[in-house]
């Protein structure tokens, strides 16, 4: 008795047009499906990000103004620095320390939470507001500027005086945001 081989079960050409329309259907997977849904993704994602900035924007944007007026520091400057040193309010330290700038101190959050951090901790985004107003008012050239309603002006002044680690990139982000949101 001889023992019929895999050959006579399979039907070749069925086998080949399977494997050619499974070709395709690949093909079409990669190059065009996908593609799409990533760009859809990122589309997406924008569109999220845009919307978390206005809503920060939004939220904000009263408290700027009104320190704006008592501070002679344009809320745009105050806004658009907060939203980036925050992250839009979603950074670690304006999370867990109501930080909103960035600006060094003490905190309690070792003690709670066993996390070191060279940030200081603030009981609500208003203190931070007002702390960093606060901060510009003791630079040197605050006086000079606080008759000035010019944002990039301050920003660049600001920037030169290294409130950032990284003044050039700061300044750049930061002038950004504020053509970006129309903020001056």
């Not at 978390?52 to 007026?69: F, G, R, V, W």
């Given at each position: 008795m001889r023992l019929k081989g895999l050959s006579s079960f399979i039907n070749i050409p069925i086998l080949?047009?399977?494997?050619?329309?499974?070709?395709?259907?690949?093909r079409i997977l990669v190059f065009k499906i996908i593609p799409i849904i990533c760009v859809m993704l990122f589309l997406n994602n924008v569109c999220f990000a845009n919307n978390?900035?206005?809503?920060?924007?939004?939220?904000?944007?009263?408290?700027?103004?009104?320190?704006?007026?008592v501070y002679h520091i344009p809320s745009g400057v105050i806004l658009s620095i907060s939203l980036l040193e925050s992250s839009i309010g979603e950074g670690k330290s304006a999370k867990r320390l109501n930080n909103f700038f960035g600006i060094?101190?003490?905190?309690?959050?070792?003690?709670?939470?066993?996390?070191?951090?060279?940030?200081?901790?603030y009981n609500n985004?208003?203190?931070?507001?007002?702390?960093?107003?606060?901060?510009?008012?003791?630079?040197?050239?605050?006086?000079?500027?606080?008759?000035?309603?010019?944002?990039?002006?301050?920003?660049?002044?600001i920037s030169e005086n290294n409130y950032s680690e990284q003044p050039a990139i700061w300044y750049k982000r930061v002038t950004q945001i504020i053509s970006s949101l129309k903020l001056c």
């Open positions: 080949w047009n399977a494997k050619r329309v499974f070709s395709s259907t690949y978390k900035t206005i809503m920060y924007k939004n939220k904000y944007k009263h408290l700027c103004d009104s320190l704006s007026a060094e101190g003490r905190n309690n959050l070792y003690k709670t939470h066993k996390i070191k951090s060279r940030y200081k901790q985004a208003k203190e931070s507001f007002i702390d960093f107003c606060n901060l510009m008012t003791r630079k040197k050239y605050y006086s000079k500027l606080k008759t000035s309603n010019n944002c990039i002006e301050w920003i660049k002044t």
